[in-house]
């Protein structure tokens, strides 16, 4: 019986720790800023990004770094994501250590 007790116990931790969620799921949706004073929203689907509800371009994701592709394929741009909350993003970019804070907008 206590065999039994402790393998439950192994299994529902090591499960729970198995099972953590991704938090990058979060991406997905409308978030909004300000750059310069001028209010910015992008729009995260699966795989493509809208700024400003202007033609979506693709990105990608590896872990919490999100590649930004030009439509023409000429360049990329690179940021890492995190999330404090669950309606505040944080974009920072590797090269230069700058952080902006997104909001989720809420309908």
Not at 11 to 36: I, N, Y
Not at 47 to 54: A, D, L, M
């Amino acid at each position: 019986m206590r065999t039994v007790l402790v393998m439950v116990l192994i299994f529902t931790v090591g499960g729970c720790a198995w099972f953590k969620p991704d938090p990058m799921h979060r991406l997905a949706g409308e978030w909004q800023s300000e750059v310069g004073g001028y209010p910015i929203v992008l729009t995260y689907s699966d795989n493509t990004v809208q700024v400003n509800g202007e033609a979506p371009t693709r990105y990608t994701r590896e872990g919490n770094r999100i590649t930004i592709i030009s439509a023409d394929g000429e360049y990329d741009e690179t940021r890492l994501v995190s999330f404090q909350g669950r309606n505040t993003m944080v974009q920072t970019d590797p090269l230069t250590g700058t952080g902006r804070a997104y909001t989720r907008v809420i309908d």
